[in-house]
């Protein structure tokens, strides 16, 4: 059986904004295995990112159950939130969100760090792959947008996390370019054996995903990617 990743269980979230409640979403459930990937797509305000943030431990349920790597989360207080973030959590930002001060090199081995571990194999080959291994020694205020991404996806995977969380990871980029980046992305992923959830606005992007979600009025409706899936393991 595969090992169970990401799992929320009748997950709800309210938001209260002066006499009002809005629920953001609405008694969902869904289960990421390992090594899987699924797309959330939905209007801007429709809970995506709130979904992410809530996976990544910045945002608590109002009420159900979140499972993550196995472990019911509502047990957790902040050390093992931080040490389920350092060790076990990859985050890629449609800004970027590159630490400026350091090098390319400083900024794929930031997690490494938080993790006591050195540079190794699986960083040059991530350098490698993404087409940045000439840039280590490099600003990161100087590059590219796209190379800026590049080295957001290197830093996200260095440490070979379970889980990447990716908000709109191609946002700040042209069509190609961003689709170049999903195919190295989705590749590099496989190959850490991470599990991915990418929130995205294009169904392009979309259709590297294993599987997909539409989120509307608080409600996961699978979307055609999804459906094949289930065709497929149903017929």
């Known amino acids: 059986m595969n090992e169970c990743i990401v799992e929320p269980c009748n997950a709800t979230k309210s938001f209260v904004d002066g006499k009002e409640s809005h629920q953001v979403l609405d008694n969902i459930d869904f289960t990421l295995t390992r090594g899987t990937s699924v797309a959330l797509t939905g209007a801007s305000g429709s809970g995506k990112s709130t979904l992410l943030n809530i996976i990544a431990g910045f945002e608590p349920l109002s009420s159900g159950q979140l499972i993550l790597c196995g472990e019911d989360s509502h047990q957790w207080k902040d050390p093992q939130w931080s040490q389920f973030r350092h060790q076990k959590l990859g985050v890629i930002f449609q800004q970027f969100n590159l630490l400026t001060p350091l090098s ?13 571990l050195k540079w190794n194999a699986w960083c040059d080959h991530l350098t490698e792959a993404l087409g940045i291994s000439s840039l280590l020694d490099r600003h990161v205020s100087a590059l590219s947008g796209g190379q800026q991404q590049r080295v957001a996806i290197a830093r996200a995977l260095a440490h070979q996390p379970k889980i990447l969380l990716a908000d709109e990871p191609t946002g700040n980029l042209d069509q190609r370019s961003g689709l170049e980046v999903m195919k190295l992305l989705t590749e590099l992923s496989q190959q850490a054996d991470t599990s991915i959830v990418l929130v995205t606005h294009s169904e392009e992007c979309a ?26 393991a149903t017929s």
């Open 104 to 116: 390319v090199r400083q900024n794929i081995a930031f997690p490494l760090h938080l993790n006591n």
């Open 207 to 232: 259709q590297f995903m294993q599987h997909g979600f539409h989120l509307q009025n608080g409600q996961l409706t699978p979307t055609k990617i999804e459906r094949e899936a289930l065709h497929c």
